[in-house]
Every structure is written in structure tokens, then in C-alpha cells.
């Protein structure tokens, strides 16, 4: 029996959304005790919070939108569609002094 073959439970379905779940939530509660601390900087506190947000999109993603369990056709569209959000953004980097010649920035 291969792995998409095998029956689900559904006890074990909810248990593991519920502790995702709660893993969330923990991850949130975290941000926004990082947001608080007083011996770090701002750079250091935007940091961390990013770093958890990172692991909290993993999780909601990958196992409450069910992410890890699908084809290669999705992974391969999101594939591109990170390559051309940090090409986007990098772009837009590059840009923000850009003036068309004439012009004044205020």
C-alpha cells in the first residue's frame, strides 16, 4: 500500500491540527512577547519576530493548508512564485532611487 493509499483517521487528523494550532498560537503569543523585550534593539527584535513568522507560515501552510502532502505540479508553481516575488522585490530595491532625469525627489 503506497502512502496516498493508506486510510486516514480522522482522531489522528484533528490531534494533529489541534497541536499545529496550538503551535500557532504559541508562535503569535512569542512575536509578540519579542516585541517587548527591553535589552534587545529594534534590528535584533525585527529579527527574531521574522524568524518566527518564518516557522509560523511554515506550519499553517504546510500542514493546515495541507502543503507537504501535494504533486511536484504545486511545489513547482510555488517554486515560481517565490523566484518572482524576491525578483519583484528586488527589483523594486534596486528602483527606489531611480529618478527619471528631470525630476526632483522630495
Known amino acids: 500500500m503506497s502512502e ?8 489522528d487528523t484533528i490531534r494533529l491540527c489541534a497541536l499545529v494550532f496550538a ?7 512569542l ?3 519579542t516585541s517587548f523585550l527591553p535589552h534587545y534593539g ?5 529579527s527574531i519576530i521574522l524568524a518566527i513568522a518564518t516557522v509560523n507560515a511554515f506550519l499553517v501552510a504546510g500542514y493546515l493548508m495541507h502543503l507537504l502532502s501535494e ?12 523566484f518572482f516575488v524576491i525578483g519583484l522585490a528586488g527589483l523594486t530595491i534596486c528602483a527606489t532611487n531611480g529618478f527619471p532625469p528631470g525630476t526632483v525627489s522630495h
Do not use: D, Q
Open 4 to 11: 496516498s493509499e493508506k486510510p486516514v483517521s480522522l482522531k
Open 23 to 29: 503551535a500557532v498560537v504559541c508562535a503569535t503569543g
Open 71 to 82: 504533486k511536484k505540479l504545486v511545489y513547482t508553481v510555488l517554486g515560481f512564485t517565490v
Open 31 to 33: 512575536m509578540i512577547y
Open 42 to 46: 529594534w534590528t535584533a527584535k525585527v
